[in-house]
């Protein structure tokens, strides 16, 4: 799952930033109704986190901009705007949910669960192939019922291979899936998480295959019994 950040504010860009991370969700931050809009034309995210106080525009125009192109992103508005009235404002142009601040990370990330658990993009909110099931909303990932550890970078590798079951996922692809704006993802790093993907995968009986490619990508096949 990919998340856009939209605050002008550097340090609660920052703590917001760190706390998405922590719970394993990849996330691009920006501070301005601008970099919002590029960003938003250049990737597609699962969910945006936006600040209605941007320094070169209000945050509820580029969410009616989102709505009036026909993007269903789920939006989920942090501001300091907190009466009733301006509440129902953003709700209005077409935020999913509110959280006025200061907020609770905890809430933060509850509320951003239930919107992962029913956005548009998120249609499957867990994914299977063999013995192994992904919930995209939790980030939990099992074998036949027993929890793998993973690391995040392993995480969102095996969620893409998994939405690509039986299909070529190519190198590339996985370097833009896996790359944030403030962290690009080599090939050589791609090698290296397929490596200890399939090291952590070993022990159990997944029922799955991780196979390569060669010049082209990575493919994973259901296994026979």
């Known amino acids: 799952m990919r998340l856009l ?12 930033g760190e706390t998405i ?22 990737a597609d995210y699962d969910l945006v986190l936006l600040d209605l106080g941007l320094p070169d525009g209000d945050g509820l125009d580029l969410l009616r901009d989102l709505r009036r192109a026909g993007k269903a992103i789920p ?4 501001t300091a705007r ?24 905890g809430e933060l990330l509850a509320r951003a669960r239930a919107l992962l658990r029913r956005a548009p993009l998120a249609v499957q909110p867990v994914i299977e192939a063999g013995a192994l099931r992904y919930d995209v909303a939790t980030h939990e990932v099992s074998c036949a019922g027993e929890p793998l550890a993973l690391a995040p970078r392993e995480r969102a590798l095996l969620e893409v291979l998994m939405r690509h079951l039986g299909r070529v996922a190519k190198k590339r ?4 899936k896996l790359s944030a704006f403030d962290e690009e993802v080599s ?18 009986p997944t029922g799955i295959a991780v196979e390569t490619v060669r010049g082209v990508g990575y493919l994973l096949r259901e296994t026979t019994p």
């Not at 939209?6 to 917001?16: A, F, I, Q, Y």
């Not at 692809?173 to 833009?176: A, G, K, S, T, W």
């Open 5 to 16: 950040l939209v605050e002008d504010s550097d340090r609660l860009r920052e703590l917001v």
């Open 75 to 78: 939006v989920l508005v942090l």
């Open 82 to 105: 907190g009466a009733v009235d301006e509440r129902i404002a953003g709700l209005d142009a077409g935020a999913d949910d509110y959280l006025a601040k200061p907020f609770n990370n």
């Open 21 to 42: 991370r922590e719970a394993g969700w990849r996330l691009d931050a920006v501070g301005s109704a601008g970099d919002a809009e590029a960003a938003l034309a250049g």
């Open 173 to 176: 692809m996985l370097e833009e």
């Open 187 to 204: 090939a050589n790093a791609i090698e290296l998480a397929v490596s200890r993907l399939r090291r952590k995968l070993a022990p159990f």
